[in-house]
């Protein structure tokens, strides 16, 4: 036996280890593991022409591209945002700081038809884009807006807490030195806040690419344009095509492992960032 | 998502710190820039949306919206929607506190694999989520035979409901407590334990009193997201109005039908939910951090 066990004062560790690892596996594990032995039970033929066809392959690429250009764009504004909350003073701060969170708490429903009655043609929103010539509802710029939507909160709140961490002596030493403040912030600020902002992006893409509730209603769901891959996981359930949903399942979930193996690696990254820092 | 343990470690007051000084303040018009961008986005991406919520449900008036929500139809997916969360939060409640306990207060190896897992449902898609019930209880699942020899419905039945929801809630508590269990150490429990406290009596006498504030945090994100799941609801649930519609089912089902009166209604219910939810959660951020300067204080007098 290990040394662990010898020096065991507190009980109850066989009780709780044994319910979480039964519980653990009867939830999760081993129905997880059913979408990869059912994978298997296919011919690699079959497999392939399921995961491959030009409507699911539309559909990556959608998934894919909105999710990234969503990550981006809240990278950004999540930066400057987290940068306000932390750094500002402003009138409704308080209300701001805790309506961040919104997307975490409100129903993916709810924000695709909230969203969808924004961006349709005769929608707030809609009204003024449409004579410009932007589509946002039933296009794939809709799905880009509902996934901005959901990801907001990842960078803000992975960034917020590194900055609000941030010793004001660098910037000081910075400024003593001569360092303009577009310098302090891009030589200094930047590289301290960059495992974060990482973070915040791959969260933000992780929960992107998943995403289904609030982005359907605002999809429009054309085929070959705006289908999301979960939606084809519905779509081929609604056909009975079990085989076919599950070999797209076995794809989005192998990408979601290895995105869950990076957060890891970059919040390992952060962390001991910011221990050096302290 | 950002943790209680994660909430305490931003500063009370620090506002006026970088105002202060020259070398942490920027320029006016690049402040005034920064802040005019960044909350033009936060109200064009999340304010607008609530609005519009509230906004369209009350746009026929006030008696098509209370008819909205008196439905029959309404009244059932209501009434599932709190079943569902009755039996989803208090089972991931029991997990969440025995696998922090396990994770915490005990050595043993592969504890960062099990956290991994147990974060894992975060990170598969809901309509995954959904699907994994089918494969393994529905009609061409591995239990499918058995249980439609049995007479059990799980699939496009209240059981399947509730095991998709248990699956997308199932790291809430536990992420919650983990670290904030981690911070806190076992020597509390050790000295409880060595003056002859039984398990039960330290986890209750000691423990509980400490972690009360993380657990409602937890408990609250699970309920809201309980409440509100969608996706993974929608793959196990099959739409039969009155059997097995959820409220976000529901909304989906009276938007489709253009009935978007009614289903605002009913959405705004949920957007109430979710802007309860917010408020306790600051609520208890503010709380915690309370007892956290207390204590610190408590510690600097001694």
Redesign the interface.
């Known amino acids: 036996m290990n040394r662990a066990t010898t020096y065991r004062v507190l009980p109850g560790f066989g009780l709780s280890l044994g319910y979480t690892l039964a519980y653990l596996s009867l939830i999760v594990l081993i129905p997880l593991a059913a979408v990869f032995l059912k994978t298997f039970s296919l011919s690699f033929e079959q497999f392939w022409a399921a995961i491959s066809a030009p409507r699911v392959v539309a559909s990556y690429k959608l998934s894919f591209g909105a999710s990234l250009l969503a990550a981006a764009i809240n990278t950004v504004f999540g930066m400057m945002l987290a940068w306000a909350l932390v750094r500002y003073t402003f009138p409704g701060k308080r209300i701001v700081d805790a309506l961040v969170d919104l997307p975490f708490a409100l129903p993916t429903a709810v924000a695709g038809i909230a969203l969808t009655a924004l961006y349709a043609p005769n929608g707030w929103l809609g009204q003024i884009l449409e004579p410009l010539g932007i589509k946002v509802a039933f296009t794939p710029l809709g799905v880009l807006v509902a996934l901005i939507f959901i990801g907001l909160p990842f960078v803000v709140r992975t960034v917020q807490p590194v900055l609000a961490d941030l010793e004001t002596e660098l910037e000081e030493a910075a400024a003593s030195l001569g360092a303009q403040r577009w310098q302090t912030f891009r030589l200094v600020i930047l590289p301290i806040l960059l495992p974060a902002l990482l973070t915040g992006f791959a969260l933000a893409f992780a929960r992107a690419v998943g995403e289904y509730g609030s982005v359907i209603f605002i999809a429009g769901n054309i085929p070959m344009v705006s289908e999301i891959t979960p939606l084809m996981i519905i779509t081929k359930l609604e056909q009975y095509d079990y085989t076919g949903a599950t070999a797209i399942a076995c794809v989005m979930l192998l990408l979601s492992f290895a995105l869950l193996l990076v957060i890891n690696g970059l919040q390992a990254w952060t962390q001991k960032r910011g221990e050096k820092g302290s | ?2 943790g209680l343990t ?1 909430a305490l ?3 009370g007051n ?6 202060a ?4 303040r ?2 006016p018009w ?2 005034r820039l ?2 005019g ?3 033009s ?2 109200a064009l ?6 609005v ?2 509230f906004f ?1 449900a009350l746009r026929k008036g006030v008696d098509v919206y209370l008819a909205a929500l008196t439905d029959p139809d309404a009244l059932s997916a209501i009434r599932l929607t709190l079943l569902t969360a009755a039996i989803a939060v208090p089972l991931n409640l029991v ?1 969440g506190i ?2 922090a ?3 915490t ?4 190896r592969g504890k960062h694999l ?1 956290i ?6 975060f ?6 989520a959904g ?6 209880f ?1 009609a ?3 239990f499918g035979p058995w249980l439609l020899a049995h007479d059990i419905k799980i699939i496009f039945a209240v059981p399947g409901i509730v ?1 998709a929801t ?2 997308v809630t ?1 790291p809430f508590v536990a992420r919650e407590l983990i670290p904030l269990m981690q911070a806190q150490g ?1 020597e509390e ?2 000295a409880a ?2 003056l002859g406290a ?2 039960w009596r ?2 209750w006498n000691v423990t509980l009193p400490n972690i009360k504030w993380g657990l409602l945090y937890g408990v609250i ?1 699970c309920n ?2 309980a ?5 993974a609801v ?2 196990v649930s099959g739409h039969i109005r009155g059997l097995t519609n959820t ?3 529901h ?2 089902i009276l ?1 489709n039908e253009y009935n ?1 009166a009614a ?2 209604a009913v ?1 705004s219910l ?2 109430m ?3 309860v ?3 306790v ?2 609520f208890i951020e503010w709380q915690a951090a309370l007892n956290a300067s207390a204590q610190s204080q408590k510690g600097q007098e001694e």
Not at chain 2, 105 to 108: E, G, L, M, R, S
């Open positions: 998502m950002a994660t470690r931003l500063p620090p506002d006026t710190r970088y105002e000084s020259a070398a942490t920027e320029k690049v402040k920064i802040l961008i960044s909350l986005f936060f991406f999340l304010l607008l949306p609530l519009a919520v369209e997990f025995a696998a306990w396990a994770i207060k005990f050595d043993f099990l991994t897992f147990i974060d894992l449902p990170s598969v898609s809901p309509v995954i699907l994994i019930y089918v494969l393994v529905g061409q699942g591995w095991l248990v699956f199932f076992r429990e050790e334990t060595v039984s398990g330290t986890f994100l809201a997201r409440m509100g799941e969608f996706g929608s793959v409220m976000p089912l909304v989906e938007y978007f289903a605002f959405a949920l957007a939910l979710a802007l939810t917010l408020v959660k600051t």
